[in-house]
């Protein structure tokens, strides 16, 4: 397998670690902003599924108050005054409260809560995916970036070459003035791509190391692996859709569509009754006709009569939101038939360009190493060199931008069907 390293900094220290192509990928999803709002979401989720789930727990109150009556009551007894209040008032006391049954609520709720944790986990996967795809794409740019950079200083090599030879060959009368002028051009319109080129490529790697957290101007170098792309298949099946979907931006859309259905069950169950066993035990002042102690134990039944149609609209939005979730389910799953498709055509339409782009430059190069000779001897003119010498950095450029451009073909359609997944993180609760 042929390998070879591009350095994309003025200077790079031996220490320093060639990046590949998976190993930018994997970085940049750990450093992906994106990625960690995600896992904050995740973990938002399991928070609000605990709340849920500590409504079933038991609750333990306490209670205090203190009044001051006035006047008192009180009545006689032969000639006693018996008070029946006091001015002074005060209790401490202790509620225990657990929930017995809410008749489907709470466990509906909880079922809403559970499937919005899922719904969001495979989001939060389906962006790493995305991360994944996106860093690989950045990291073949800046791949190609660097080659066409090579491409453009071999140019300025040859038009040197072409000039000094042009300025040779006039000297003992064997060429025109025109010639040397000619190839002074051609050096300084070389010169001109070769700026070019190398503005490209440091806006590539500009965006590259911001997605990998790096400096760009520090030492940065990229591992390439320069053999041949093989061709590609016979194009596979469609991503399919439904809870086993080989993408995960589908598994998360149906699963949104359930965990709605799970929120209007909820939404039906929002004025149910519900069934408490409470405790109370209390120490308050002492009066005649009560004691300073009590504690009490029994069943507590609630049912809301009317709720002034809070219950209604709840129901209407829940029912408005599985509907409109169905749709964007079914969309999702028609673009994503189009998307694989699209992204296969592309696969074998760059798989053409190579092969045509690799002739190309085994043509041209041939037609360049005629031309030096011939020029070298006085067949042809330098003008004819300088164009031969043209079309092969033309050509060069174009088998370069073809390759790069199958290999982000196939990073895009690895993608869109399903075929590879990134490297998942797991999530600290």
Known sequence: ????????????????????????AQRAVRESLVVKEYAARI?????QLEEVEAQANPTLQFNTSYNHLTPTNSFAA?????????????????SLRQLISDFGRLES?????RLQRQVTRLQYQDQQDRVFEESKVDFHQAALAQELLQVAQDSVKARQAALDQARSQYKVGVVSRYDTLRAATALAEARQQLVEAESQQRQSLIRLCSRLNLDPDGPVALELNLSEPAQPAVRPAL?????????????AAWWAVSQARAQLESAYHYNGPRLDLQSDYAYRNATAIQTSQYWSIGLQLSAPLYDGGIRQSRVAQSQALVERLQANYEEQLR?????ARTRWEEVASTWHEIEQARAAVESAREAARVSRVRYRNGLNTNVELLDAEASLSDSEGRWRRARRNHQIALIHWARAAGAVHAVQEEVEK
Do not use: F, H
């Not at 991503?239 to 598994?251: F, H, V």
């Open 335 to 339: 673009l994503a038939g189009v998307e």
């Open 78 to 94: 032969g000639p006693t005054v018996i008070r029946t209040t006091v001015p002074d008032n005060y209790s401490l006391g202790l």
């Open 1 to 24: 397998m042929k390998r070879c390293l591009l350095l994309v900094a003025l200077s790079v220290p031996a220490w320093t670690q060639p990046l590949t192509v998976d190993e930018v």
């Open 239 to 251: 991503p399919q859709g439904g809870e086993q979907s080989s993408r995960r931006d589908l598994q």
């Open 109 to 113: 709720s909880a079922e809403a809560s």
């Open 43 to 47: 973990r938002g989720d399991q928070a």
